[in-house]
Structure formats: C-alpha cells, structure tokens
C-alpha cells in the first residue's frame, strides 16, 4: 500500500488493513509468543532507534506516515495485534468470539489498564473512538474509518466488554481491528464537535506527555529529532524491558549507518547495499525477514490509450517479461538480499499468495520469438517496428525508489536485446505519479513505468489498486476489468478463510495473465542491533505488534 | 547631499528587488505540477472532502485572488498557515532558522578568519611553495561538491563527533548543567559548520589573495616600498584595505547560504535548521512554507546586499563622488 514516495509513502502505510495470514479464524486467543530467549534478560537501559522514515504527525487523525502509526501501536491500546509466528492474540482484547451469523464480535478485555493520567481505560473508550470515527467518517476521521468498514454499532455493556456489531459479513475483521487505535476519550471528546474539524487541528504534542494506555507514553515528539517513549506503569500487558525508546530520525541512510557503526544507535534497519558491511562486524547481529516491498514494471492498460496500443497485447507483455533479468536485478541493486516473484501478493502473506504463479524466466530467445510470431521487424537500426512505427518507449521512474536507475539500466539492456528501445524520466514522486495518472487522471499518455507496491499481510488492500473505481485513486496501471472487480468485492465480503482463498488465488491469476504489472522482486527486510542488545522481532513487524518495542531487552 | 541620494536610491532599488522576489515566489511555486491536495492521495478521501480541504486552504479561489490574499497578509506580516501542520509558517521557521543561524555563522566565521589569512600569506609569497600549496588547497576546497564533502567528514569522525541532529536526545536522562548543553550542542555544529567553513574558506582565499595581488602592484604600494616601510605594514595598512573592498561582497553575498547552503548540509547530517524545513515543504507542496522561506531568504540577501552597498559609500570613497 505504500508507493514509496514522500507524500505517498505516507500515506499509503496508513491506510489499510493488514490481515490475517495464518489467523486462527477469531474464536479465542492466539498462542506463541516466537521472542528470541537467548542471553540474560536485564530490564531497564534506553533503546536508542535510528529511522529514516521521520513522523508526520502525532494526531491519528491526521497522520499517514508509517512511522506514527507505528508509535501509535506502542501508545495506544488495540483489540489484538500479530505475534511473531504471524498468527492473532489479544492486545487489549483477552478473548473473542463471534456470533455464528458472523456479524458481532465480543471482546472481553484486559482489567486494570490505566491512562497515563491516571484516569482508568475501560470499553467506554473504545466504544467512544468507534462511534467518533463513523461519525466524520466522510470528513476529519477519513482516514482512520476503513478500519470501521462495514461496522454498524460498538457497545459497553460492562467496563471490560467490547461487542462490535457489522452490517454484513466482512473478510477481514481481525485484520482490519489491528489498526483501531482507542484513544482517551476524556482527552479528546470536546474536540468532536460540530463538524469534527478541530479533531484535526488539535495538537497532541503541545501537551506531552501524550495520555497514553499502551505499554509506553509519549514524553518528547520532535520530528527532526529525536522523539522519546518511557515505559507506561498502567498498561494492562507485560511491561516492555526498556525503560525508554529513542526514536531518532536521519534525513539519509547512509548517515544513519554511520552512527550505528560508531554507537549511536542500537537498533536499525539496514539499507540492502549496507548489509554486507555489518554483517562481518562482530559487534552486530544481522536479522534478515521476508519483506513487503515488491518492485514491478507497470504497463498503460487503459483500453482508450491513444498511442502504442500494442503494449495493451498480453503477448507483448510476456515477451517484455522474458526480456526483464531479475536474477542481475536482485545481485546488483539489491546486493543479494531479494527475490523473484510473480504475484503483487508478497510471500510474507503466506496462505494468501498464490503460489502457482512462477516468475517467467529471463529468455531473451523466447521473448524475441513471441515478438517475431506478431510480425514486428526489425529495422535497420535493430529497433522492432509495430503497427508502423518503432517501438520505442519512455519509462517514467520516482527518484526517491532505492536503485531504480540501477534496475532501469538492466531493463534497457534486456529490452535492447529483443528490439525494444527505452528512455528514462525520472521524475519525483508526486509529480511521476500525475504523470502517470495525466492528463487528469484518465491515464492517456504514459506507456511504461517502474516502481513498487508495500503489502500489508492482508491481502485486500493490494489487490484493491486495480479496480476500476481506483482511477485517480491508488491506479497506476489504468487496470480496469468489471470480472476482477466483482471478484475482489466477493472476497471482501467472504469470512471463510478457504473460500476467501481461493478467490484471492484467482485474483493473483486474473492478474498474471492480464499483466497490467510484471511483478518483479519482493526486497527483504534487514535490521541490525547491537550484540549488548536482544529480543528483536523480524524487521517489518513494528506495524503490526507491541512486542516489536517491548521485548528487545539488554543482554547481561 | 550626495550621500542622501545615494542612500534613497539603494533603499528603493532593495524595495523593488524584495517585491519583485515576492511576486516570483508566488508565480514559481505554483507553476509546478499538483497542489497540497492532490499531492496528498488518499484512496478514502472523498472528492468533497478534497473539494472540502482545497477551500479551507484557500486553493479553491482563482490564482490572482491567491495572489491578492497573499499580499494583504504578507503586508500584515502574516506569512500564512503550513499546509501540513496547520500552524502560522513564522512559528514553523522560527526555530529551524534559529538553529541554522549559529550554525551558519560558526562556518562562515571560520572561513572568513582562515581564507583571508590564507589568502594574504598566499599573495604575499606568491610564486613560492606556500602559495602554491595554498592556491591548491583552495580550488580544491572550492570544488567540492558540498554534500560529498559533508558525507566525507561524517565518515571520518564517526564515533568523535555526532554525526546528526543538533543535540543528544539522551542528555536530558542526565540532568546536564548549562555547560554540558553547551558542549553538546557546540559538538553538534561542528561538522556542518566544518563544511560550510571549508567550501567558503577556499573561495575566501581565492578572492583575496587575488585581490591583494592586483593591489600590491598598485602605483600606492611602490611609492610605500620607496618610503621604506617593511613588508608587513605595507601588506596590512595600505594594501589589505584596499583588497577588503571585494571581500566585504563576497561575504554580503554568501549570506544567500543561509538556505542555498544549508539545504545541502543539513540533508547531510540531519540538522533540523531553514534548508531542510524549505526540503521538507518541497516534497509537500506547502507553499506557504517555502514562500516563508524563500522570503527569508531573500530578504536576507537583498538586506545583506543592501549592507554591502552602504558599507562601500563608506569604504570606498570613489562611490560617494
């Protein structure tokens, strides 16, 4: 969900609803906890962050930025959340159980949580923040609503109850309640009123410590700097083994390993082309995790696209696709640490990727084949010519994309060789999306594009930026096919987890063959800590876990 | 009389230059593709709350009512609202400009102190070795591209010095005294400083050693030799005077750093100062702010300019007539 851009990085990590791979379907709570035991656990110590990815805001209601929603998940009590086996157990949440129809869900709570004020946290909270969302659902809480989606009622019926109640069945429920932050409602109720929008303007940060219920408190925000969590005596879980987090924010990576490397740091994660470096120092440990970063070649699919309509072909696509090396991608832009895929489903996803898509091999003899079958010669300059003129085409690239020129090069190379010319214009995100989208998001110019999608485990929300309602919206391809769509609401709305599968399965198949994108490598994720450090989770996880932050624990 | 005329007439010409500096400010920001809203793709936002966040920052209304807004406010003082944050873009900039300034200042000071004395020891044994070895220092100085050269020092002191931010976030777990804050934030500034001091000391050096050069051949300089004072008076009293006249330019002129440069530094080593709040609002589209910050920055210059000017009515009596 998160075009890696500015602006969009933003708010792509936002959005959506991470979900439920390996989820045991909602009755009861998960087991396992997968934190790593080894060295004595000494509590206390700061840990100190580095993070490339600053905060944008510290209001939820208008924060995009994964960085804040990740110090959300620390500050804030959520229903449930992942542990590190990817599977649901209960947060704030101490069971659940669901109506056989499937439309209300019975939270039982943890009692004795506390604000950071003192002021005590029951289902009074929850049922507050809910009601607050639906209600600016269209306005200040737009963004926070489609973790609500579909949701028709939250009541209390004691202190420690919470019963959601939806309008119908939804696929995802769990998923979708990990990023439903409760937020104090005897700090923020006057703000909602009227039309809500001073539930927007107001700023968290001019009275810290922010009142906080998750396992730490927000002391200090500070964007460019550094922002400070103390642990929260009144959370109702385990306390975290530090006694502080500092989150501190570089403007570059390089930077930022620079003070790792020399001990500023504890924790980071660690750009691809650094890893080696870092590995080979003792002082470090190296944790590599399956990533949800896929990179991909986009083609215009827009049916009313005006020019060089023969890349709307599918055939045409798959002989771009064996012309694509993504072994030299993954060795030279990602210094080892990616791998091929053929799904916009990363493998991180588990169950919901389907995995009898196979990325299509580099060969350049087949994909020369294909081009020849349609008939389109070459001319004298080695250049294919199709319906009467040389296919020959722009790219347009974000420059804020970690190696995109470097993936271009080996494109060109690889598209040279099957008589396909290509030129780069690179561009920065915002304005390359609208290039993209132009003129005025009706996506008739552009042919070609390389970029990236960020899953969530879930699969609903990658899959959703090729409907046909997405123009303007998360489109980037112009995909639109009404038979996807259909499927894709079905699946929505499917709470069988098998069922839902399957039509999630024919979905990535729908895609393959039509190839609105060649989906080309998924990226791992790779953090470091120091060795006077432990207990880390794999990278990636901080969205979806407290224990992300609460378990890392001094070695004795 | 004179004086006054000239005076008059440096003060309109700075008037013109700021407003003409702010009508470009408004035109160029919004030439770019995209606006604070589209920017800002959000898949759940409806087209009215779109429609709704254009009007409460006023992007609804034509361009020249924008324009006309603009200059009621700005004449008002008021620089307008960020269109992230929502907070009146004076309060935005502030603290950045207040870091970047002892940052700046520490740099230039630097430069001016070393690439002068460089500069007049190079024009002084010019053809020997020392001016060889300082002419070479300096173009080399002067060619480095400013962030490469940032990235270089943040390497090389990893471990003694900090390599971002402008202070330690864990002092305060200390309770520092007023000494300890001082140092850490003395030792925070030192490698921006370091950079900027660098790339402005060879061109310093450069400049004046040029200068003094040409003034030492002056007709002044042989009749002070004829009188015979010794070298370091004639180099000091007579001509290091007049060489100073295109010093004092030059270092009017680099005062446009103060976000030009600082851009590039503070990307570098993440110093939360006015070149990254401008790089910030960039990838935003928060015009406001960069209008802000441009106007700072060309106030700045057009004030420091305006300085130099009045400055050479008195330096340079050659002006006056």
């Known amino acids: 969900m998160k075009r890696v851009l500015a602006l969009l990085a933003a708010l792509l990590m936002t959005a959506l609803a991470l979900a439920a791979c390996g989820g045991d379907g909602g009755g009861g709570q998960a087991a396992g906890t997968g934190a790593e035991e080894e060295g004595e656990v000494v509590k206390g110590g ?147 009123v009227g039309d809500g929008k001073a539930l927007k303007q107001y700023l968290p940060e001019k009275d810290l410590p922010i009142v906080s219920a998750g396992q730490y408190v927000l002391t200090k925000y500070d964007k460019k700097g550094t922002t400070i969590l103390e642990r929260n005596e009144g959370f109702y879980g385990p306390q975290p083994n530090a006694d502080a ?76 696709a064996h012309a694509l090396n993504r072994e030299e991608m993954i060795e030279v832009v990602h210094a080892g640490h990616a791998q091929p895929v053929a799904s916009i489903v990363a493998p991180v996803a588990g169950k919901w990727m389907n995995p009898n898509l196979k990325p299509e091999e580099y060969d350049i003899d087949r994909a020369n084949q294909i081009l020849d079958d349609l008939g389109y010669e070459r001319g004298s300059d080695g250049i294919r010519m199709a319906n009467g003129h040389k296919m020959s085409y722009e790219i347009i690239t974000p420059d804020s994309l970690d190696g995109i020129n470097r993936a271009f090069e080996i494109a060109k190379t690889g598209l040279a060789e099957i008589g396909v010319e290509v030129t780069q214009n690179s561009l920065d995100s915002t304005t390359a999306f609208e290039e993209i989208g132009a003129p005025e998001w009706k996506y008739l110019n552009f042919d070609l594009s390389m970029w990236d999608w960020v899953g969530y485990l879930d699969p609903n929300f990658v899959l959703s930026v090729v409907g046909c309602d997405q123009y303007g919206g998360w489109s980037d391809t112009a995909y639109c096919n009404p038979e996807y769509d259909r499927l894709y ?58 224990r992300y932050l609460g378990e890392p624990h001094q070695v004795g | 009389m004179r004086g006054a005329d000239y005076f008059l007439k440096r003060t309109v010409f700075a008037l013109v230059t700021v407003f003409v500096a702010i009508t470009l400010n408004f035109i160029i920001f919004r030439a770019a593709p995209g606006d604070a809203v589209t920017g800002l793709r959000c898949q ?22 924008q324009y006309v807004i603009y200059l009621e406010s700005l004449a008002q003082g ?38 002068i004395l460089s500069g007049v020891v190079a024009a002084w044994r010019r053809g020997t070795f020392l001016d ?61 400083a370091a950079t900027i001091g660098i790339v402005l000391y060879g061109e310093y050096a450069l400049i004046v050693r040029s200068s003094l050069m040409e003034t030492l051949g002056e007709d002044f300089v042989l009749t002070a030799r004829a009188k015979g004072l010794r070298n370091w008076a004639i180099v000091w009293k007579h001509a290091f005077r007049s060489a100073l006249l295109p010093v004092a330019t030059l270092i009017a002129l680099s005062l446009g750093y103060l976000v030009a440069g600082a851009i590039l530094v503070e990307a570098v080593f993440s110093y939360p100062g006015i070149g990254l709040a401008t790089y910030d609002a960039v990838t935003e589209r928060d015009y406001p702010v960069l209008q802000g910050a441009f106007l700072i920055l060309t106030l700045s210059v057009v004030f420091a300019n305006y300085m130099a000017d009045l400055l050479y009515f008195k330096l340079d009596p050659r002006v006056a007539e």
């Open chain 1, 46 to 192: 700061i840990l100190r962050v580095g993070t490339t990815d600053g905060y944008d805001s510290i209001n939820p209601f208008v924060a995009f930025s994964a960085q804040s929603y990740s110090t959300f998940i620390d500050i804030y009590p959520e229903l449930v959340q992942y542990n590190a086996d990817f599977e649901w157990e209960g947060d704030w949440a101490e069971s659940w159980e669901t109506s056989p129809d499937g439309l209300t869900w019975t939270f039982k709570l943890k009692p004795g949580g506390k604000w950071s004020d003192g002021t005590p946290l029951t289902a009074e909270d929850a049922v507050w923040t809910g009601e607050t969302i639906l209600k600016y659902a269209d306005g200040p809480t737009a963004n926070l609503a489609p973790f609500l989606e579909h949701v028709k009622s939250l009541e209390a019926p004691d202190p420690n109850t919470l019963v959601v109640t939806y309008e119908t069945p939804v696929g995802n429920v769990l998923p979708q309640l990990q990023q439903f932050f409760v937020l104090p409602k005897h700090v923020w109720q006057k703000y909602a």
């Open chain 1, 489 to 546: 609401k079905l699946q929505a709305a499917t709470a069988d987890e098998e069922k839902r599968k399957e039509i999630v399965w024919k979905l990535q198949e729908i895609l393959y063959e039509d190839k609105p994108y060649i989906q080309l490598v998924v990226l791992d994720i790779v953090t470091a800590h120091s060795t006077k450090w432990d207990g880390f989770l794999p990278g990636g996880l901080d969205a979806y876990t407290k």
């Open chain 2, 44 to 65: 759940f936002c409806t087209i009215e709350f779109k429609d709704q966040l254009r009007e409460e920052l006023g992007l609804d209304k034509s361009k020249w009512e």
């Open chain 2, 78 to 115: 008021d620089m307008g609202r960020s269109f992230v944050t929502r907070e009146p873009v004076l309060d935005e900039l502030i603290d950045p400009l207040l870091n970047t300034l002892p940052m700046i200042a520490l740099g230039t000071a630097f430069s001016i102190v070393f690439g």
């Open chain 2, 132 to 192: 060889w070895g300082n002419l070479s220092f300096s173009l080399l100085f002067y060619s480095l591209p400013t962030q490469w050269l940032g990235l270089m020092l943040l390497i090389v002191f990893a471990g003694t010095l900090p390599a971002s931010g402008i202070s330690d976030p864990f002092l305060e777990f200390t309770d520092p005294s007023w000494w300890d804050t001082f140092v850490d934030r003395l030792e925070h500034m030192i490698l921006p």
């Open chain 1, 245 to 320: 987090v500092g989150i501190q924010w570089f403007a570059n990576s390089d930077a930022m390993v620079t003070a790792f490397r020399s001990g500023e740091l504890d924790f980071i994660a660690v750009p691809l082309t650094a890893v080696s470096a870092i590995e080979d120092d003792p002082q470090f440990e190296v944790i590599k995790a399956e990533g949800f970063q896929i990179n991909n070649f986009i083609f215009n699919s827009n049916p009313k696209k005006p020019q060089n309509r023969e890349l709307l072909d599918p055939r045409v696509r798959e002989a771009f």
